[in-house]
């Protein structure tokens, strides 16, 4: 997977760097999935991968060859306050979100009230 940067701009009242990327998938086959683009576009970008956000990914039909948006923040905090939380929910590895979907899923179904007979007739 290679990584090209297309655009980059600095937000300094959102403290991010707004990057917008080219991504070349051949040697994998497939569009890499977000975490992957997150953790190499960290590297070229010489920051933390926790920081990356990424906002858009597109193939183009027929193309191994992927365009997309990112975020990079100047620290967690910023990009916590700024990030819907779905997209942050969305950035998290598998591990952490089968962990924090555990309690709800041990908790026991609603229980239905009971519905009235219908009358025939």
């Known amino acids: 997977m290679e990584v090209t940067i297309t655009q980059q701009q600095h937000n300094p009242l959102l403290k991010r760097t707004e990057v917008t990327f080219t991504i070349d998938h051949k040697q994998t086959r497939g569009t890499p999935t977000r975490l992957e683009i ?9 920051t933390k991968p926790e920081v990356v956000y990424i906002k858009r990914i597109e193939t183009k039909a027929g193309t191994m060859t992927a365009t997309g948006e990112a975020n990079a923040y100047d620290s967690v905090e910023h990009a916590n306050r700024i990030e819907a939380k779905y997209v942050i929910e969305r950035h998290q590895p598998k591990e952490k979100k089968e962990a924090a979907e555990a309690p709800e899923a041990q908790a ?11 009358k025939e007739g």
Do not use: S
């Open 108 to 118: 026991p179904p609603a229980e239905k009230a009971p519905q009235p007979a219908k």
């Open 38 to 46: 997150r953790n190499t576009l960290a590297e070229v970008l010489k």
